[in-house]
Structure formats: structure tokens, C-alpha cells
């Protein structure tokens, strides 16, 4: 069954510095999400991205916040400047339609020092 | 966003019957109702989701009233892997916040060997 790849599967940062997620969906959906999970806590919505942009945002996606699909086939989050409130769990997911339902990857845990 | 109740936990016995109920009585004429679980250390799964008819898969059953206030996942015979929080969420998938899945506390369900 086709799955959605997310690498790193846990990433450790100091505060302040940049990083990547990386996501792979499956290869034909379009509808493109990030959402993260803090320990403990329920899974939260960040941003939606379809044609080339971005679809809708949350609160939490501030200005320190990016996403791209630079070659059609990755997807990745940016996170400029970590916090160490950033800490938690990151799962990208994908759709075809989302009439379909939506297919989460396993996440990357990232870890801010 | 429609707002969902759903109990903080089940039990149920391996190769038993589960029903999880999910009120959502604000829920709007156009809102799908999705069933997601998240094993542990694990990304959000997708079960099933309907409108108004009842609907089947491979994997659960899933009950919707007629007035659609509520709806209950059946799962007909429990195994130790369906132990997991049980997310039910109304998603405005045709809308214009396709993708952002608002995620409660979910069910926790127990199975018993």
C-alpha cells in the first residue's frame, strides 16, 4: 500500500537554528498538509498547500514557518529559528481528494536544545 | 469547526465486537464525518468516513444517525492491533478548509487478550 515517507525520523536542533522536514507523498495526490503533535498533547493543524501555495494556515504557522514542494515529489517544512516550544512530533500528509480521506506519514520527531 | 464528544476511553476483549460512539451535534450539512486512530509512537490513520449512509470497509463499520448528530464506529471483531486513540472528525472536505482535520482527545481503546 502507498505510504507517506517523512525523514528524518527524529532530528535533535539547538535553539535558534534552522531545519528541514522532509515529506514524500504519494506520488499521485495533490493536497499536501503538515500538522505536529506536542508530547502528551493532540494533533494539531499547521498549513495546507495544493497547486503550488498554500491553502490555509493555522495560528501556529508564524512567520518562522515555511513549506515547499521544490521538485514534485518532496515536500518539506521549514522552521527558521527553533524554539524550544517546538519541540514534538511532525506528521506530513497527503490526498488525492480529500473527499478520500487523508494518508499521514510517521512522523519526525524533532527534539530543540 | 464542529464540535465532537466522544468518550476518554473504551475496553474491549480480543475478537469482541467494539462500538465507538462520537456525538457531533453541530455538525454541518455539507461536513464528512472522518474516523482516524493513532497507534502508539505512531502518525494518524485513516478508518473510514462517510455522509449519511452507513458505510463499510475493510477495516470498521461506520453507523451514521439520520439526523447525523452522531455517528459510531464498529470495529467486529477486536484485535490487540486496534488498540489505539480513535479520532472521529467532521471534515468540510468539499469546502474551503479541505485538510484541516481538528483533532479532539479521541477514545482510548484497550483491547484484552
Known amino acids: 500500500e502507498p505510504e507517506v515517507t517523512q525523514t528524518p525520523s527524529h532530528q535533535v536542533t539547538q535553539m535558534g537554528q534552522e531545519v528541514i522536514l522532509r515529506c514524500v507523498p504519494i506520488?499521485?495526490?495533490?493536497?499536501f498538509y503538515w500538522y505536529r503533535q506536542i508530547l502528551g498533547q493532540k494533533v494539531e493543524f499547521l498549513v495546507s498547500?495544493?497547486?503550488?501555495?498554500?491553502?490555509?494556515k493555522s495560528e501556529i504557522f508564524d512567520d518562522q514557518f515555511s513549506v515547499e514542494r521544490p521538485d514534485g515529489s518532496n515536500f518539506t517544512l521549514k522552521i527558521r529559528s527553533t524554539k524550544l516550544e517546538d519541540s514534538a512530533m511532525y506528521f506530513c500528509?497527503?490526498?488525492?481528494?480529500?473527499?478520500?480521506?487523508?494518508?499521514f506519514g510517521s512522523g519526525t520527531r524533532l527534539t530543540v536544545v | 469547526d464542529a464540535k465532537t464528544t466522544q468518550p476518554n476511553s473504551m475496553e474491549s476483549n480480543e475478537e469482541e465486537p467494539v462500538h465507538l460512539p462520537c456525538n457531533h451535534s453541530?455538525?454541518?450539512?455539507?461536513?464528512?464525518i472522518h474516523w482516524y486512530r493513532q497507534l502508539p509512537s505512531q502518525g494518524p490513520e485513516y478508518v473510514i468516513h462517510?455522509?449519511?449512509s452507513n458505510v463499510n470497509n475493510r477495516m470498521a463499520s461506520l453507523a451514521i444517525a439520520e439526523d447525523r448528530k452522531s455517528s459510531t464506529l464498529i470495529l467486529h471483531r477486536a484485535t490487540l492491533r486496534d488498540a489505539a486513540v480513535y479520532y472521529c472528525?467532521?471534515?468540510?472536505?468539499?469546502?474551503?478548509?479541505?485538510?484541516?482535520?481538528?483533532f479532539g482527545q479521541g477514545t482510548i481503546l484497550t483491547v484484552h487478550p
Open positions: 500528509a497527503s490526498s488525492r481528494t480529500p473527499l478520500y480521506g487523508y494518508t
Open positions: 506520488s499521485n495526490h495533490l493536497y
Open positions: 498547500f495544493y497547486n503550488n501555495e498554500i491553502s490555509e
Open positions: 453541530t455538525i454541518s450539512g455539507t461536513d464528512y
Open positions: 462517510g455522509l449519511t
Open positions: 472528525i467532521p471534515d468540510n472536505a468539499g469546502g474551503t478548509s479541505y485538510g484541516k482535520l481538528t
